[in-house]
């Protein structure tokens, strides 16, 4: 079964995604997306906070929400009803609203030409992944389960504000990644993280989700297939899949987490690849793993 993958660009994921990584301090290396988008995203975090609203669920919500061709009231209310309820939507909505518009505003103001960019992007990286990537989703199928892959996914291209990052959103079957011309760390290609974020999309089925919480889940897929991911690269002869292209992978993809996590995903690779348990019940140990 191949993956149907809907492209597509959106100027206000990459006004959000700018603004979330601003928030929680991580790099922003465009200068020009820094500037003109601190004030307004602090001034939505302080916001967020007089609102006694949880930031990291609001993103959640917000930044797959902004790939959608629906207003911006429209996009916070869905993403808070969803995330908070009514109640909560009823009276935060126009707040939010009045914060989030002035930072796409203000990515428009400083890059006029992004949208105009972002779609002369897509068509390379559309061509780089119709050649390699179904290669890589194989070998990722291969090494798990046949149905670990969703049918259809879309990947939203943004702003390269990181000059490299991506994120996957199961619930809403997205993957947001920065349309970065030439890959950062030509060990580790863009296309490699593109397919580790799309194996991550069907992680919220019940036979996955039923077994941990949400959110631990969540992140013992994203680091479980991070060495499984490189296993299935070094096949398609796109990156190694050594430990230090597991540390490599570790860095590059901001996957945070305790100082040996490449340790420990390295122990736990070993023990999955040469005894193939229940791809469910390996996530459960990894998780385990992590929290001794």
């Given at each position: 079964m191949s993956l149907s993958i809907d492209w597509q660009t959106s100027v206000a994921a990459s006004a959000l995604h700018a603004a979330e990584r601003l928030t929680r301090?991580?790099?922003v290396v465009d200068a020009r997306v820094a500037d003109a988008l601190v004030e307004q995203a602090a001034a939505l975090a302080g916001e967020l906070a007089n609102l006694g609203i949880d930031a990291a669920a609001w993103w959640a919500q917000q930044l797959p929400l902004a790939a959608t061709p629906v207003s911006v009231r429209e996009r916070v209310e869905i993403g808070l009803r969803k995330a908070f309820g009514s109640a909560v939507a009823g009276r935060a909505a126009g707040p939010l609203s009045g914060r989030v518009l002035p930072i796409e505003q203000a990515l428009v103001r400083a890059i006029p030409a992004?949208?105009?960019?972002?779609?002369?992007r897509l068509p390379p990286w559309r061509q780089q992944w119709e050649a390699r990537g179904p290669g890589l989703l194989y070998g990722i199928r291969r090494l798990t389960e046949t149905d670990l892959l969703p049918e259809t996914a879309r990947v939203a291209l943004v702003h390269p504000a990181a000059g490299g990052a991506g994120r996957a959103f199961a619930p809403y079957n997205l993957v947001l990644c920065e349309a970065t011309l030439t890959d950062p760390e030509p060990r580790l290609p863009e296309l490699v993280r593109l397919g580790w974020l799309l194996a991550q999309l069907n992680l919220d089925l019940p036979r996955y989700g039923d077994r941990l919480p949400r959110e631990r889940l969540a992140r013992a897929a994203a680091w479980g297939l991070v060495p499984i991911t490189l296993a299935a690269a070094e096949d398609a002869e796109l990156a190694r899949a050594d430990r230090a292209a597991l540390e490599l992978a570790v860095a590059q993809w901001e996957l945070g987490g305790p100082g040996n996590l490449s340790g420990?995903?390295?122990?736990?690779?070993?023990v999955y690849r040469d005894s193939r348990p229940d791809f469910g019940a390996s996530l459960v140990a990894l998780d385990a793993m992590l929290e001794e």
């Open positions: 301090q991580a790099p992004v949208s105009s960019e972002l779609e002369l420990i995903l390295d122990t736990w690779y070993g």
